[in-house]
């Protein structure tokens, strides 16, 4: 049980994680609400794979780069507040649960543990983006609420920035890629 | 319409001025609360080393407070704009620091940016949208260098990073919340001299005295 709730804590206390989950969220509930359920279920099915990939031991990867750029192009792309082709938001959000997955391995020898924690953060992470597009679109499409909007595209100014910055200082330390 | 559609539209401040003007409050209440750290050079990581490290130094705090001063006198859509634009530009003159892309003059354009921007405040100047845009986002630039070329070695970069951008879009925040009392006569005259005041710093730091 430990596990299950370490796992389903594991993307809300990691920054990088967070971050690419805020500017993700945001950027998908800007879209129409018939269309979010096609962005998520991307996401869900990405992070299944990327989990599933981790589950069976893929060594290191870029994923930690990968959740970053995701955050930084997600967050830049919201406070501008242009349409996107649909696709652009599925193939995003595949992006960012393929490589959230890839980015929680396991921190346990035990094999039922690490399951439970695998499940954990897949449900985790997805009910947080859920959460996160739920919010963000109440807020920018029922109330109408115009100083939530501009919040909304302030804070995705702010990730990208925060995104682009520790991307460079990652690749000045030769830590990138 | 679409949501994003919707978003395009220029939003305007007759909506609920009064809730932005508390959220700006508390935005300036949460920037005071937290505690005093050192300044240039620390290496105190994650998110409060990174919060605190833009509040340390004088010439871009008022700089940073100017920017919002001015978006407010400026109104729609600056008042939103720059809080939007500003980060992003910053960062991209981080990235350069960062990467040890020299550039000249970097602490001479900073309190350079406090004269121009108290002065464009003391002023109420209201130059065309893209004048104002192209004046803050090239002093962005050198305030995004000195900050990136100072980030410290080790520690969370990202919660430092995030920390450190939140900080600056509050002290933006600040600026905008205090601006927005130029609604009032008596308001206007406290934000422009607040511009002036910004401007006699700019010129002291300028001379060294600051």
Redesign the interface.
């Known amino acids: 049980m430990s596990g299950f709730v370490a796992g389903l804590l594991h993307p809300l206390v990691l920054p990088a994680h967070v971050l690419a989950l805020l500017a993700l969220g945001l950027l998908i509930g800007q879209q129409m609400a018939g269309r979010q359920i096609v962005s998520l279920a991307a996401f869900v099915i990405g992070l299944a794979a990327g989990l599933t990939a981790i589950a069976f031991a893929v060594g290191q990867t870029l994923a930690a780069d990968v959740l970053l750029a995701v955050a930084f192009v997600s967050g830049a792309f919201a406070a501008m507040a242009r349409p996107l082709p649909a696709l652009a938001y599925a193939l995003l959000a595949a992006i960012a649960g393929v490589a959230l997955g890839l980015d929680s391995p396991p921190e346990t020898v035990s094999i039922a543990v690490a399951t439970a924690m695998l499940i954990g953060t897949g449900l985790g992470a997805s009910l947080a983006l859920a959460v996160i597009v739920a919010g963000t679109s109440y807020l920018f499409g029922v109330h109408e609420w115009i100083w939530a909007r501009i919040g909304g595209r302030i804070l995705g100014s702010w990730i990208a920035a925060s995104a682009i910055l520790v991307l460079a200082l990652r690749f000045a330390r030769g830590q990138l890629f | 319409m ?7 539209s220029a ?2 401040l007759m ?2 001025q009064w ?2 003007v508390m ?1 700006a409050a508390a935005a300036m209440l949460l920037l005071f609360a937290v505690p005093a750290l050192a300044h240039t050079g620390s290496s105190t990581g994650g ?1 409060v080393g990174g919060f605190a490290h833009p509040l340390f130094g004088p010439d871009h705090v008022v700089a940073m407070v100017a920017v919002g001063l001015w978006g407010a006198f400026l109104g729609p859509p600056a008042i ?1 704009l720059l ?3 500003f ?2 530009v ?3 003159g ?2 350069i620091g ?3 892309v020299p550039l000249p003059g970097v602490e001479t354009a900073i309190a350079l940016s406090a004269v121009v921007l108290g002065t464009m405040v003391a002023l109420a100047a209201r130059p065309p949208l893209w004048v104002a845009a192209l004046l803050v986002g090239a002093f962005a630039i050198f305030h995004g260098h000195a900050h ?1 070329a100072e ?1 410290p ?1 080790g520690a ?4 430092y ?2 920390g ?3 900080a600056t ?1 509050l002290l933006h925040l600040t600026g905008i919340a205090v601006g927005l009392l130029a609604r009032w006569r008596a308001g206007r005259i406290a934000v422009r001299t607040a511009g002036g005041v910004i401007a006699l710093a700019g010129v002291a730091f300028l001379s060294g005295l600051g």
Request: hydrophobic residues 60%; charged residues 10%; without cysteine.
């Open positions: 679409d949501h994003a559609a919707r978003l395009l939003p305007s909506v609920d809730r932005a959220a998110f939103w809080p939007i634009v980060p992003l910053m960062a991209f981080g990235v960062i990467l040890g990136g980030l070695p969370d970069v990202v919660a990073s995030a450190f951008v939140v879009g």
